[in-house]
Each structure stands twice: as structure tokens, then as C-alpha cells.
């Protein structure tokens, strides 16, 4: 699986994606005002050609205009997690989750987990991880991913606006925050490198016996 989110002003090279991948979710931010559409669907078309797409919304992607921007997402096939869950592979009991990055946080988690059942493995996506802390629970995701930060996009050592991206093991899982791929505002990264993530996901009874 393939983790990308606040691609921005960034156009990804041709040859972005070069070893098999089964999924790819893009977590919010995938453009932003100012940025043509062109380069948006060129990206789209490189994501798109490798794998299947799932697609969060971040904060800025509402500025190109929803309605367009969900035209161009349909095009390519990308499916929207639009405060719902999927079945992955066409399993029942392995769901993705995704809610959008807008108020009512809440309210758009229950919708979004309504179709979850208690034993199924879930794979939890929110552009921002402010919402983690609604999830924190002994069975709460086994994954929970996020970018949004930018891990502070300039820092000065330990100091920057926002902690730096992660990966960490939790009660019931793992939390990865991605620095992201773009930026924004300033075109400049300073101690916080641009970040996509491949994740190899493994069933709970697999790994123990490995």
C-alpha cells in the first residue's frame, strides 16, 4: 500500500511508482488553489495507472471548486471517502475508513464507522491527525494515517510548528503522521523532507506465526 497526502503545487516524475502495489490512498490536499488542473490529472493519471485509488479531502482541496475537482476524481476512477468505509479486496472483515477534513469531526466519525463491524480489521484515514484522539482505544484501528502537518515543513532543529512526521506502535496499533510530499505557502522545506509511504499490512495471525 501506498500512503501519499499534501502533494500540493508538486508534480510527481513519471516514474514515481515502480514496484507493485495493491492500493494507494492519498490523504487529503492533493491540490490547492492556483494549481492547474492539468498537473492535478497528470498526477492522478500516475497514481491511477498502478493501482486502485482512494481519496480523502483535505483542507485546500475544496479551493479548485468542488464540483470540477469531483469530476476529475471520478474520471480517473478514484474512489471518495466521503465519511464511509470500504471493503478492501473484497473482503468484508478488512475495511478502510475515511472522514473528510471539515468540522462536526464527531458526528462524521459515526457515519463513517456505521458499517463497521466489531472484529473487522480496520485501516483508519483523516487528513488531519487531530481526530486520532476520538479512535484512541484498545480496539480502536489496527492503523490510523494522516498527514496535514507538513511535520512543521521548515524546522530548526527540534523546533518547528508542528512535530515531525512518525511512525508509532500504539495500544491497538500504529500511527503514522507523513511529513507529505508538497508544500505550501512557501515552496521550501528545511528539517522536514518530503514523505510518501509504502506499507506492507500483514494479518494479525501471519505475523505471529512468522
Known sequence: MIFIADIHRKKLPEDFITLPVDVIIIGGDLTERGVPMKRTADNLRILTEAAPVYFIWG????EVGERNFRKLLNHFQVKILDNESVELFGNPHLKLVGVDFFNDREEKLEKAFSKVEEDDAVLFVSHTPAVFKYLRAAKGPGIMMAGHTHGGQIRFGRIGLYKKGALKKTASGYELVTNG????????????????????IVPAERRNRS
Open 181 to 200: 510530499y508538497g508544500t505550501t505557502s512557501l515552496p521550501l522545506r528545511l528539517g522536514a523532507e518530503a514523505q510518501y509511504h509504502i506499507l506492507e
Open 59 to 62: 483542507n485546500n482541496d475544496e
